[in-house]
């Protein structure tokens, strides 16, 4: 089976987008796992499952996230706003729409060309636990994330520290994301995150720094908007939103290439 496929980054958090509705059979997590493979495949952090829905009232576009290792992902923030950039330049939907998915039916708006803004679901607002004398906040921005607070993060091991915590028993049985995050000046932050189901270091994560934004403001009072430098020197900001138990989130987004992708379709 031959599939198309785009390649798009936000803030070079990256993902594979298919349009849904062309899809003859159903990807396997075996072959969505091959196809992020960055020695053996395409390369990605996911695979965006995208699909346009006419007439109806409530969404135009439905957003089914899998991560690298072919689990499934109720959401994706910078995924999300790749995958709005795409339907407005692909299906040729409107640059304000509705995306129905698993976290809920969000807000998605084409800033420009370059930035998109999205909604970001509170699914559970921060919490403090201590471990092994480290104050860590834990909350759920559509997925379950871990927030830890330091004086700087350029030379810590983010792949060994975050999989400490992703794998801690307090966060099972699902296990965590893992932001670190530190001060650069006020309201400004640099962060790096740990994520679950790419199980290493991303240069990005959106539900990430919207979580850490969530606990800066919820646990330690930092007015809104804040803004954040990722790895890879990209800046997101994340701002309350006029819809009650939701962030906004916007930041960068950009096309890399597109092409087709041959797999052996696997019958089952």
Do not use: W
């Not at 934004?213 to 908007?225: E, G, K, V, W």
């Amino acid at each position: 089976m031959n599939i198309k496929f785009y390649k798009y980054h936000g803030a070079g958090n990256d993902f594979i987008i298919i349009d849904a509705g062309k899809l003859k059979n159903k990807l396997t997590s075996m072959q969505i796992s091959d196809m992020c493979s960055r020695r053996t495949g395409i390369g990605a952090d996911g695979i965006l499952l995208l699909e346009k829905i006419n007439n109806n009232s409530l969404y135009s576009l439905t957003m089914r996230y899998y991560n690298s290792d072919g689990t499934l992902a109720d959401m994706c923030g910078n995924g999300l706003r790749c995958a709005a950039a795409f339907a407005n330049k692909i299906f040729k939907i409107e640059k304000q729409l509705k995306v129905k998915t698993d976290a809920g039916i969000l807000s998605a708006e084409i800033i420009d060309k370059n930035n998109v803004k999205i909604e970001i679901p509170i699914i559970k607002y921060p919490a403090e636990t201590v471990i092994e004398g480290k104050t860590i906040y834990y909350c759920n921005t559509g997925v379950p994330h871990a927030v830890i607070i330091k004086n700087e993060i350029r030379n810590i091991n983010v792949n060994k520290e975050g999989n400490f915590y992703r794998n801690h028993s307090f966060f099972q049985p699902s296990g965590t994301n893992v932001n670190f995050i530190s001060e650069i000046e006020k309201s400004i932050y640099s962060i790096r995150t740990y994520e679950r189901g790419v199980e290493e270091e991303t240069l990005a994560c959106g539900t990430g720094i919207s979580a850490s934004a969530l606990t800066l403001n919820y646990s330690l009072n930092i007015p809104f908007p804040i803004i954040f430098k990722t790895k890879n020197e990209d800046t997101l900001k994340v701002d309350s939103s006029y819809k009650d138990n939701c962030l906004s989130l916007t930041g960068p987004i950009k096309q890399a290439f597109k092409g087709v992708y041959s797999l052996d379709v696997i019958q089952i």
